[in-house]
C-alpha cells in the first residue's frame, strides 16, 4: 500500500509516529512523511537542518520531506508562527506533490491544524483519510485557560468540526475521545474506531527488576502542565508519613515545571523530591529501573483528565507498580489491568495513603506490577497496534471506493 503520513513531528523527535512508520516499513507499505523541521524538544532547529538542508531524507525505508516551519522558541507568538508555518507550507506540499498515495494517515497531537494538509491531500485526490487523534480539540485549549466562551475556542471549535468532518475514519486512544468526538465535535459513531496506543517495548529486560538501595524510589515520567496535576503528587508527598525511606523523581519538563518547582519549595520538600528535567527516549530506562512505582496523575473536571495519556503504556510495559489519581479512561486502566491502585483525580490525600502503603508492603505491589505487564502483552504491544492500524488503512480504501463507486466527492 502506498500511504502519505503526515505529522508535524517525526524523527529526530520522540514520537510514537516514528515507530509506526518504521513498522509500516518494515511491513512493505511504500511510505512517505511529511512533517516540519524538528524543535519540539529544544524549541530551535537543530544546524543541520537549516538553510534549506535535509528537507529530503530516507528513513528507516521511508521518504521524509520537511517542510519551512519557524522554530517554537517561546512565547505565544512563536508557538503560533510555528503551527501556522506547518499548516501553509504543509497546504502547498498537498497541493503541488504526486498524487500516489492512496491512504493518509494524519498522526494529530495538537493543534488539530496540523491536519490541514492531509485533509487538502484528501479533496485533491479522492485518498481517504485515517486521522489518529490524539490529543481533543477545542477541548485541549482549556489547559491554556481559553474557555468555552472565548472567541478563540469558539473558532477552534468551527475548526475542529470542519476537520474531524473529513476524516473517512476517525481512530481514538480511549472511550472518553469517542464521547467528545460525537457530543462536542459532531462526528457520527460509525466513522470512529478504537485503536489504543501502543509501548514501544524498552523495558522488557528490566520487567520486575528493582534496586535494592533501602529507599522506596516513586517515579512520575512526561510532561508538566496544567493537565497532568504534578502539584497533587507534591502535596501528597508532603503528607505521606511512612517507617521506610522514599523518594519521588520527577522526569520531564512543561508549561508548569517552575510553578512545581515553587511549591515543592514552599512544602519544604527537598529531600524527598528531585526534579530531573527532560531526557530523550533513549535515556529513560535508568529511571524506569530505579523505580519502585510509578505515578499518574492528571486534572479533574474536564475531558482531556479523562483520557488516557501514553505514559500509561509505558508504565505498564516496565511491569511496576502504577499509583494514579485520576478519572476516567486513566482510573479504569488501573483497575482493569490490577497494576496499582487508583483514587479521584487531584485527591492528594489519598495518593499519599496510597504511597504508605507501597511503602509498607512492597512484595504486594510488585505482583501487581506483574499483573500489568500481563495485561501490556495481551493489549499494548506494537504487534496488536499494527494489526489494528492495517485494518482500519484497510477499510479507509474500502470506503473511498465504494464512495467513488457512488459518484461521491471527497467532502
Not at 521518504?63 to 522558541?73: K, Y
Not at 477552534?156 to 475514519?169: E, F, L, P, T, W
Not at 529486560?205 to 538501595?213: L, M, P, T, V
Request: charged share 25%.
Amino acid at each position: 500500500m502506498n500511504i502519505l503520513v503526515v505529522s508535524q513531528y517525526f524523527y529526530p523527535e520522540d514520537f510514537r509516529i516514528n515507530d509506526i512508520v518504521a513498522s509500516l516499513t518494515e511491513e512493505g507499505h511504500t511510505v512517505r512523511v511529511l512533517t516540519g523541521l524538528p524543535d519540539y524538544a529544544t524549541s530551535r532547529i537543530p544546524k543541520e537542518y537549516r538553510f534549506f538542508r535535509r528537507r529530503k531524507e530516507n528513513w528507516n525505508g521511508a521518504a521524509v520531506f520537511r517542510v519551512p516551519t519557524v522554530a517554537r522558541r517561546s512565547g505565544i507568538l512563536f508557538r503560533a508562527l510555528n503551527y501556522v508555518s506547518f499548516v501553509f507550507w504543509g497546504w502547498i506540499y498537498a497541493r503541488l506533490c504526486k498524487k500516489d498515495a492512496e491512504v493518509v494517515v494524519s498522526y494529530q497531537t495538537s493543534p488539530v491544524l496540523q491536519s490541514i494538509p492531509a485533509t487538502a491531500y484528501r479533496r485533491r485526490t479522492g485518498a481517504p483519510l485515517l486521522l489518529y487523534c490524539c490529543d481533543l480539540w477545542p477541548e485541549s485549549l482549556k489547559a491554556w485557560n481559553v474557555g468555552e466562551e472565548h472567541p478563540l475556542f469558539r473558532f477552534m471549535h468551527r475548526v475542529s468540526r470542519r476537520i474531524y468532518g473529513q476524516a473517512d475514519i476517525l481512530a481514538v486512544s480511549s472511550a472518553p475521545f469517542r464521547r467528545y468526538l460525537t457530543e462536542v465535535d459532531g462526528v457520527k459513531e460509525e466513522r470512529i474506531a478504537d485503536l489504543p496506543q501502543h509501548a514501544e517495548d524498552l523495558y522488557s529486560d528490566i520487567c520486575g527488576q528493582y534496586e535494592e538501595n533501602n529507599c522506596v524510589d516513586f517515579v512520575f515520567a512526561g510532561n508538566i502542565g496544567a493537565v497532568q496535576n504534578v502539584d497533587c503528587i507534591l502535596r501528597a508527598a508532603s503528607l505521606v508519613r511512612a517507617d521506610k525511606p522514599f523518594h519521588v523523581h520527577i522526569v520531564g519538563s512543561g508549561s508548569a515545571l517552575e510553578e512545581c518547582k515553587a511549591l515543592a519549595e514552599e512544602l519544604r520538600l527537598e529531600d524527598r523530591v528531585t526534579f530531573h528535567g527532560k531526557f530523550p527516549l533513549s535515556e529513560m530506562k535508568r529511571f524506569y529501573r530505579l523505580a519502585d512505582c510509578f505515578l499518574l496523575t492528571l486534572r479533574g473536571g474536564d475531558f482531556i483528565g479523562m483520557t488516557l495519556p501514553a505514559k500509561a503504556q509505558g508504565y505498564l510495559s516496565a511491569g511496576k507498580p502504577v499509583l494514579a489519581a485520576a478519572d476516567g479512561a486513566a482510573s479504569d486502566l488501573v483497575r482493569e489491568a490490577g497494576c496499582g491502585e487508583s483514587v479521584p483525580a487531584g485527591d492528594a490525600q489519598g495518593l499519599a495513603a496510597a504511597m504508605e502503603r507501597v511503602c509498607a508492603d512492597q512484595a504486594v505491589y510488585r505482583e501487581k506490577g506483574l499483573r500489568g505487564r500481563r495485561y501490556f502483552e495481551t493489549h499494548f504491544t506494537r504487534e496488536i497496534f499494527m494489526q489494528s492500524l492495517d485494518g482500519l488503512l484497510r477499510q479507509a480504501q474500502e470506503q473511498a471506493g465504494t464512495r467513488r463507486r457512488r459518484g461521491r466527492k471527497p467532502r
